[in-house]
């Protein structure tokens, strides 16, 4: 099946701070998607982004589907952008099995 | 809140018993799929439903069914249950087959000891 690898693992920011997780990809891809795993354990759809690039107040979010790979940018962090952030794609000719990535947890600070 | 309901929200049994998960989609979505959350495995996707009819499958055991019903809502059936069941269920919805936006409920976490 597809790889999905996220980076980093892990990340501890300061309120305030901006960060880039990224999501690479094995192979050629016609969905992907960004979620939130927040502390309570709620999946919260971020993007839906097969390629180009979308914004959603602080977070924006950038797919290279020709380089196989795509950023979450978080701009001045908030305690509640703590918990995981997954990226999930789709396979090209796999309908309907989005595939999820270990995420990458982050924890802000106040 | 995401418009995806399930229930129940906890679920403690028996090795070798039998459950039933339920989920019901947003209105308007006709495709819903089910994934479970361990801390070994991650998020795995199981099962994927389109106005009733399976439309993809993944890692799901021969112990684990489901079924979308006509009304649109879908059960997860666990039998023989195992310690290494235990996780999170998950269920999603999202408006055609082809995964647009997924929409996640709440999830029911399952305990078996």
């Known amino acids: 099946g597809i790889q999905v690898e996220q980076s980093p693992p892990d990340l501890i920011l300061q309120e305030g701070a901006n960060s880039t997780l990224r999501c690479n990809f094995s192979?050629?891809?016609?969905?992907l998607q960004w979620f939130h795993q927040n502390p309570w354990g709620q999946l919260i759809n971020l993007f839906y982004?097969?390629?180009g690039t979308k914004q959603n107040g602080r977070l924006s979010a950038t797919t290279v589907a020709t380089e196989r790979y795509s950023l979450l940018y978080i701009s001045s962090s908030q305690t509640t952008d703590s918990g995981v952030y997954f990226c999930?794609?789709?396979?090209?000719?796999?309908?309907?099995?989005?595939?999820f990535g270990a995420g990458t947890q982050v924890v802000v600070t106040p | 809140d995401s418009g995806v309901t399930q229930t129940p929200k906890h679920l403690i049994t028996a090795t070798g018993q039998r459950v039933t998960l339920r989920c019901s989609p947003r209105?308007?979505?006709?495709?819903v799929y089910w994934y479970q959350q361990s801390l070994d495995q991650g998020l795995q996707f199981l099962i994927q439903?389109?106005?009733?009819?399976?439309?993809a499958k993944g890692n799901i055991l021969e112990r684990f069914s489901a079924q979308q019903f006509p009304d649109l809502h879908s059960e997860l059936n666990l039998s023989s249950l195992e310690l290494g069941d235990s996780a999170l269920y998950f269920c999603?919805?999202?408006?055609?087959?082809?995964?647009?936006?997924?929409?996640f409920g709440n999830g029911t976490r399952l305990t078996v000891t």
């Open positions: 982004i097969p390629s």
């Open positions: 999930a794609v789709v396979r090209r000719d796999s309908w309907g099995k989005l595939q």
């Open positions: 192979d050629s891809v016609n969905n």
């Open positions: 209105s308007g979505d006709l495709s």
């Open positions: 439903y389109y106005n009733g009819e399976e439309r």
């Open positions: 999603a919805s999202s408006v055609d087959a082809e995964v647009s936006p997924l929409h």
